[in-house]
């Protein structure tokens, strides 16, 4: 049994792990990262990588706009296995109530100064002519992208003390043990297990929300953007029931990624056949020439959720030194550069870059949390 | 009571053919567009050998529901899912389940493994049954197991000319283990059609291939016994390291898989009830063992007492498969034959430098995309297994591709 000394020890190489880790090492301080496997292979590696501005709540705008700015500063440095590509958002609209949102929401990304442009339904069939004939139209956010997350999370790690197959069996007051019995000692430890990080501590409210995703053959100019339809906003705010929403995704390689399905099941793992034909016949719906291609494998993965829809990053009020980063639910790809940097401000003492108010993870604890509007 | 067999090899025939003959309600599904599997694989340019015939008129006697041309992905509250391109998807319901899914061929890299030409010892014995000309031609046979001298013979019989049988496994090996192999060749060929003195050339033992040249095909390979190497030009190199029990549908099934065998007991039946497994996908055991397990099952899956003669009779068999792998065990510099730049997954290009240094396979997959691509690692995840010790990749749903639209026929 040995004991280790570090300024900060973060637990849990997932994405979000790996950038505050990447943040706080930049920023000078001795930095050691736990992980119960090997770095970027839970959550993070059963995800679709979309980097995504996001509008459900004004605070998820905040944190997503920031993040993408972040990713996008970030994308000349990644390795080429990171597979970055500028692919950009099409919100696709159905129908004319659906295009009234698409108006609604090129006004509001345009408040944030995210630029973005509305497209008929000739001009969407222009840029994505396997879609169906007869959409209203759509909202293209260009700066949007899609990388390769496991990857992106090694290269974040990149000259830090990683320790890979390090499961954590306890916090304690000056640091963590792992379960071989070493003993790490640091003054800030962050809690970065994702969807297990209610394992560690059992008050947090991070529950896992399982997500279906196909990958089919490779299929190059079968679409160019990352699609989605506006109805996934919905599918992604409701918190109890089942829901599937069209989602698909262009790989560099050509394959394609089809998402997407939410239902809380526990840890069960297994395929769920009548959600996943639903999923898909959603897909078939926006695009039929989906149905002669390939499918090659089907996955599930946990998203990290949270009642309120906010991830959880900040000290923990139960204990001095400790802080958390998890909660991430389905854009923590996205959020973990925003999250990064909101908890290294934290940490460090210097200002942050917006508001870390919303995201205290200290709200769990008040009277009103999840109660939202 | 309703049997759905999957696998039309011999190890399937036997189980479909027992069934019925005891009064079962019989449904027997293969991939391949006919009956034979592997070792009795036949078509227009090979008819199948006699005792192949046997069991097919045993089949043909009965009233069996065949489904050829489909695969079996699964099992979901409806039955079993199985999907062909003709009819897109199909649902399967049966009271009890044999599967009878046999062996794939083992590929270990080498330099130059993927050139044209190159080909699986097993599988250019299916190109050559399905009719691959190779009269005049000069054919080098490298690898291991008894399966190379079955090839050996077909390629002579077809007028190539076999320049040398190269096996890995050392005499010393082989009679100790396999006595009764280096005796009578003639076993190792059955299914063949013929006998040994039809053998092209004498097999040399301990030796191997350890690169395979050429520009844009093969057209020599380096053979080594570990002391000296010396070239052979050809232009077929049919190379195979023995064979992989294909496991993954009984794992979708949820059957306890070790040491990449399906886990029996003595009646063949799997961890999961009424799911029995036969034939190669239990371990390398040949036509005669797949035959006899196929019987077992059947009985067994009826509750028939007298299973148990056909048990002891097996038994008899345990001791010839148990040194059929000791023979042939691989020696260690045919798992040291890649280089840096040596490709190992195919399906996505991932050479063996990249691979080397990965901690798992879940990791090498992950960051390296190695056994991500069409085949799911069925090829190079015996390799790593081999080379690196890595755990068998567990292939995910679907198992093998199928088109979108058979998933949605099935609403
Ligand atoms: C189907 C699906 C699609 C998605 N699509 C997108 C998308 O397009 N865009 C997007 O932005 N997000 C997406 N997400 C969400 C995103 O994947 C997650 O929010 C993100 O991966 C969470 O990262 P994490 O680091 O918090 O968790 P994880 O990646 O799960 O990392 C947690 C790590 O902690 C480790 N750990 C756990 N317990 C311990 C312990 N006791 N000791 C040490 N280590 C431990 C684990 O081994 C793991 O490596 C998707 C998710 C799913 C499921
Ligand atoms: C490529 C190859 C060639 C061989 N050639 C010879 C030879 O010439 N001589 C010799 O002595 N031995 C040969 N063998 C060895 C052979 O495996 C055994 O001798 C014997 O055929 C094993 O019988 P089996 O019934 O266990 O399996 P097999 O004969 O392999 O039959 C298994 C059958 O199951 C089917 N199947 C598998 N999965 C599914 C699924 N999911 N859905 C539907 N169908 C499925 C396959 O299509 C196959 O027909 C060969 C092996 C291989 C791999």
Redesign the interface.
Known sequence: MASYDCDVLIIGAGIVGAACARALHQAGLRVIVLDA??P??GTT?ACMGHIVTMDDSKSQMQLTAYSRAAWERLAAELSP?CEDLAAGTLWVAEDDEEMDAVEKKFRYYSEWNVPCEILDGEGLRRFEPNLRAGLRGALRVPGDRVVYA??CT?WMLQGIDVR??TPVAALDEHGARDISGNVYRAKSVVLACGSDSAKLIPELPIEPRKGHL?I??RYPGFCHHQIVELGYLKSAHQFTSESVAFNIQPRPNGQLLLGSSREFTGWDAG?N?DL??KM??R??MYMPA??????????TGFRPATRDKLPLIGAWPGRQGLYIAAGHEGLGITTSLGTADLLAAEILGTTPPFSPTPFRASRILDPDYGHHE | MRIAVIGAGPGGLAAAATAAENGADVLLVDENPRAGGQIWRHGPMAPPPKLAMEWIRRIQAQRIETHFGVTVLGRDSNGLVAYSEQEGHVCLQCDKIILATGARELFLPFPGWTLPNVFGAGGAQALLKAGMPVEGKRIVVAGSGPLLLAVAATFAKKGAHVVGILEQAGIHSLLQFAPELIRHPAKLIQGVGFGTRLFPTRPRFGTWVCRAMGNDIVREVIATDGKREWPLPCDILACGFGLVPNVELAQALGCDVEKGKVSVDEHQATSQSGVYCVGESTGIGGEDVALLEGEIAALAALDIPNVTSKIHERWRWESFVSNLGRAFALRKEVLQLAEDTTTVCRCEDVSFGVLKNQPDQRSAKLYTRCGMGPCQGRVCGPACHELFGWELNKPRWPLSPVTLDALLDSQ
Do not use: E, K, M, S
């Open positions: 496997a090997q970027g292979t590696a296995d496991t990857n090694r890979p197959v196909c089919t053959d395929i056949n996943l034909q898909i016949a897909a078939h989906l149905a002669n291609l390939l499918l090659l494998r089907v996955w």
